[in-house]
């Protein structure tokens, strides 16, 4: 003879409440985190570097190829994250935090992820969904297919990707070309702030452009460089010649004194 099964008891009534206020809260915490497409075109840049690029920040839902700079990478994060974008640093474990923050990168808003391994691409993949600009260090060669499909993506969530690499598909690629240090002299003084020229180029502006900034400045920001020194010319010498015309005397007569004296 079987032995009949009870039927499953109800949960408490307060017990339902709680775990429903707990899916409505993930919910909310999901829906507030994801971001549809984006309706901002741009993403700002810093001041100094508004002439490099023909459009007026960084296009959304596009990626860049940019130098392995940090400094560069700073200044391109910099402004985005002090407007209230989050961004990602993928695959860079030596990047400094410290001078990120110098930078202007907004550190409450940055998210590293400094080793993913060869699963970098599902990584960045995964945040593009959440974080509006996401900075990668390739690991590993990546196909055309997966190029494709990640642009897509990015198109689609918003998403802005800088990569420290040359990369296909790209709406500009950005380098530093040329950097002079200040500070030290002959055997004395500290390295105080750079100069750099910055070069961009891409599909709609082929010849190019160039900015040149301070990166960092000597407060460790980006700034705008001084004017370049111009040699001065020097001025013609001009020599006055002052003639002086002589008054001719003229010669009274002198008497014979003598003889009248006799």
């Known amino acids: 003879m079987g032995t009949a099964l009870s039927a499953p ?12 206020q707990e899916v409505h809260r993930l919910r909310s915490e999901i829906s507030r985190m994801q971001r549809r497409r984006s309706d901002v075109p741009f993403l700002p840049l810093d001041p100094a570097l508004e002439g490099l690029l023909p459009d007026p920040g960084l296009r959304v839902g596009s990626s860049y190829s940019i130098s392995p700079s940090p400094s560069l990478l700073g200044a391109l994060l910099a402004a985005p994250s002090q407007k209230g974008s989050w961004c990602a640093i993928i695959g860079m474990p030596t990047i400094g935090v410290e001078a990120m923050s110098d ?20 990584v960045a993949t995964a945040l593009s969904e959440v974080i509006p600009i996401i900075a990668v260090h390739p690991r590993s ?4 297919a997966d190029i494709t499909r990640l642009n897509a993506r990015l198109r689609d969530r918003g998403c ?7 990369w296909p598909q790209s709406e500009a690629t950005i380098r530093v070309e ?41 407060l460790g920001r980006v700034g705008d460089a001084p004017a370049p020194l111009q040699p001065v010319k ?15 005397l003229t010669v009274m007569p002198v008497p014979d004194r003598w003889a009248a004296a006799g």
């Open 9 to 20: 008891s109800a949960l408490p009534r307060e017990s339902v409440a709680s775990r429903a």
């Open 103 to 122: 930078l202007g990168v907004e550190l409450e808003r940055l998210i590293l992820v400094p080793d993913p391994g060869p699963r970098w691409l599902t």
């Open 141 to 144: 060669r990546v196909s055309d």
């Open 160 to 166: 802005t990707l800088l990569v420290t690499a040359p």
């Open 178 to 218: 040329e950097t002079e240090w200040h500070g030290l002299g002959s055997g004395w003084g500290l390295l105080s702030d750079r100069t750099v020229t910055l070069r961009a180029s891409g599909r709609r502006f082929e010849s190019g452009r160039r900015v040149r900034v301070q990166m960092p400045t000597a």
């Open 234 to 248: 020097p001025l013609p010498v001009t020599t006055t010649v002052t003639t002086t015309v002589a008054t001719p």
